[in-house]
């Protein structure tokens, strides 16, 4: 049973981290382009104006996949409650490779996003 917690938790990291990031970058996205912190692509570090419109549609799409997941999380591992450890870390392994889909994913829509918004030198259409 202590390897079920220990896989749940591990589970609910990418969900938590979407939200927590998503809501960040929605609501505070970092002030100014840097190469450290924040959705960092060629595209969106053109200017202030691309930075900002990344990170919020980056943002908004991670919060909502990042709600979509959790419940799409707990209910597989809720079903395998009490199973042997294989069972669980196999269940838990598919859950965590299937959530780097929308993480890793939400980057093709952004992209698309600026490239719809903004010319090759980040100057609005």
């Known amino acids: 049973m ?3 917690f220990f896989m749940l938790a591990s589970d609910l990291l990418i969900p938590a981290i979407m939200i ?6 929605l609501k505070r996205p970092p002030k100014t382009v ?7 692509t060629t595209r969106s570090m053109k200017n202030q104006d691309t930075w900002l419109f990344a990170h919020q549609y980056c943002g908004r799409l991670w919060f909502r996949w990042g709600l979509v997941l959790l419940p799409l999380t707990l209910i597989p591992l809720l079903a395998v409650m009490g199973q042997p450890a294989g069972t669980v870390g196999s269940v838990g392994t598919v ?3 299937l959530q780097m ?7 093709f829509p952004t992209e698309a996003a600026l490239k719809r918004t ?3 030198n980040g100057i609005r259409r």
């Open 118 to 120: 903004f010319d090759q």
């Open 95 to 97: 859950l965590c490779l």
């Open 20 to 25: 927590g990031f998503g809501y960040l970058f």
């Open 101 to 107: 889909i929308p993480l890793v994913g939400c980057i």
């Open 34 to 40: 840097n190469p450290i912190f924040g959705y960092r």
């Open 2 to 4: 202590g390897y079920w």
